[in-house]
């Protein structure tokens, strides 16, 4: 598979703005601890908020036309 430049630069930029806004939401809304609560269990917890980043990136990146 080759790398495009400019699938690789819209998948950065849509990874860093959905990760500031996972953090705004994780940290400042919800509240990480409450998260853990609810869920039991702390690696959990990170797994999940690691793909909801890695996922939604991956299909920018296969989803943007060259």
């Known amino acids: 598979m ?4 400019r699938k ?3 998948a950065a930029i849509f990874c860093l703005c959905w990760f500031g806004f996972l ?8 509240g990480f ?8 269990s702390h690696a959990l917890v990170e797994v999940l908020l ?3 980043v ?3 990136t991956l299909a ?6 060259e």
């Open 60 to 65: 920018v990146y296969k989803f943007v036309k």
């Open 50 to 52: 690691l793909l909801l």
């Open 2 to 5: 080759k790398l495009k430049k």
């Open 33 to 40: 601890q409450s998260l853990v609560d609810y869920f039991g």
């Open 23 to 30: 953090v705004l939401v994780v940290d400042g809304i919800i």
């Open 54 to 56: 890695a996922l939604p």
């Open 8 to 10: 690789i630069k819209f």
